[in-house]
């Protein structure tokens, strides 16, 4: 029997009872709390127009650019300017803003909105330019977060993630798989079922997620197209078939199985075939996660005596312990720089988030909370989603790596579990 029946395995089959409600599904209610640091003041305009549009596009944009933990409101109440206004910087320098963000909306002949910005450089008074969307109405948040991507990279010469989507499971009256905005709003159930729905993971390209379903009444992997909702059976071999995770390549899954006996990590086509075994192991071998370069594959294993985390060469070979601190860490995480790995370890009888700096060894508590699970990293590095619970309710939360801005997408009731950040699509 697998230990702590692995998150990435069956520990998602254990979700609490608990409707579903309607307003899950809208969206996630955003909290944001504390920060030290640096941190850009920018000005975001209302755009001209945006009363009389579905969306309010400038607060989408503020909003996002807040919750980086990078950037600070500043008031621009009152004012009235769009894409195309010079605006007499002087005045926002005396508002102590270092960039302005201006811009329109209007509806087209077609019913379609024509979105436009334009960011401004308030220090240096330099026009830094702007972009244009021309959207249907359903399209109008992505293209406020792509306006929120544009500025986090002029500004910080970082991509933004804004546009990016999350994955994460519900359990209510059914189990559910969401895919949301990065803000946790629009969210669309992917898939439902009867049955647990477990450690979706998002394929590099973004097009499809791998999941484990129990529908057959145990764990088998598919991928799911998330576009037109087809899936494909990639792992049902005997036993149990858990822990997908994708190569950076997007052509392998590595996954657990228990086909010979205890559970053990292989290695698989994305089209399904035969597994390969990575290496042989008289302990449970399980929660698999390629490093960014595809070289290795860290996971988890109590070979030593008790759960740790060990890195594998991806072709198979000798493996080597990463954890020492801490007698039980689990659900690693690597970041997409390849400088971090964030994990699990059980502190005091609770679960917490920790953040280890892979150069230096140096490992950081980022939580005081007692139940963290399933970190996920941004694809940018610079924030960490992880499910926790508050308050005898679960929760999604995002921090920056060193835990002073969290921001907590509550749902309204239900178990949410197992979130997976997703790529940058271009």
């Known amino acids: 029997m697998d230990w702590r029946a692995t998150r990435r395995g069956a520990l998602g089959a254990l979700l609490a009872a608990g409707a579903v ?26 755009f001209k127009g945006e009363v009389q549009a579905p969306q309010k596009i400038s607060a989408i944009v503020r909003a996002d650019l807040e919750r980086s933990g990078v950037f600070r409101g500043v008031d621009a109440s009152g004012v009235a300017l769009d894409e195309l206004s010079r605006p007499d910087l002087a005045v926002w320098r005396q508002r ?8 329109s909306i209007n509806r087209t002949a077609d019913g379609r909105f024509d979105v436009r910005f334009r960011l401004w450089d308030v220090v240096r008074g330099e026009d830094l330019g702007g972009q244009s969307y021309v959207v249907p109405a359903a399209d109008l948040r992505l293209a406020a977060h792509r306006i929120a991507d544009f500025i986090y990279e002029k500004v910080t010469g970082e991509p933004g993630v804004f546009s990016t989507r999350l994955a994460y499971v519900t359990k209510g009256q059914r189990y559910s798989l969401w895919v949301s905005d990065a803000d946790g709003e629009n969210a669309q159930a992917a898939l439902t079922s009867p049955e647990p729905i477990i ?11 791998a999941y484990v379903s129990f529908e057959s009444r145990k764990p088998v992997v598919y991928v799911h197209e998330v576009a037109t909702g087809q899936r494909r059976l990639v792992a049902n071999f005997r036993g149990s078939n858990s822990a997908p995770t994708w190569s950076p390549d997007g052509r392998r899954l ?23 075994r990575i290496m042989q192991s008289g302990g449970i071998d399980t929660e698999p996660c390629f490093s960014s370069d595809g070289q290795f594959i860290y996971f988890v294993s ?23 601190s801490g007698s039980y860490n689990i659900s690693p995480a690597l970041s997409p720089d390849g400088a971090y790995l964030a994990y699990i370890s059980r502190t005091g009888g609770g679960y917490q988030l920790h953040l280890m700096d892979l150069a230096s060894g ?3 508590a980022l939580t005081n909370t007692s139940a963290d699970e399933s970190p996920s990293f941004a694809p940018n590095s610079r924030l960490i989603l992880y499910a926790t619970r508050e308050g005898g309710r679960s929760v999604l939360v995002t921090t920056t790596l060193d835990g002073r801005h969290k921001v907590k997408l509550s749902g309204q009731g239900g178990e949410i579990r197992e979130p997976d950040w997703g790529p ?3």
């Open 199 to 209: 450690s979706p993971a998002w394929s590099p390209n973004g097009a499809q997620l």
């Open 254 to 276: 590595a996954v657990t199985l228990t086909r010979d006996g205890s559970s053990q990590l292989y290695t698989i086509a994305a089209t399904g075939g035969e597994p390969a």
């Open 424 to 426: 940058i699509q271009r």
């Open 362 to 364: 140096t490992v950081t």
């Open 302 to 324: 109590d070979r030593g005596g008790s759960p740790q985390i060990y890195r594998v060469p991806s072709s198979g070979g000798g493996a080597q312990r990463v954890t020492f």
């Open 96 to 103: 102590a803003a270092e960039w302005l963000n201006t811009g």
């Open 21 to 46: 409600p309607a307003a899950l599904a809208q969206g996630l209610r955003v909290e944001i709390s504390g920060f030290e640091g640096r941190q850009y003041p920018i000005a975001n305009v209302p």
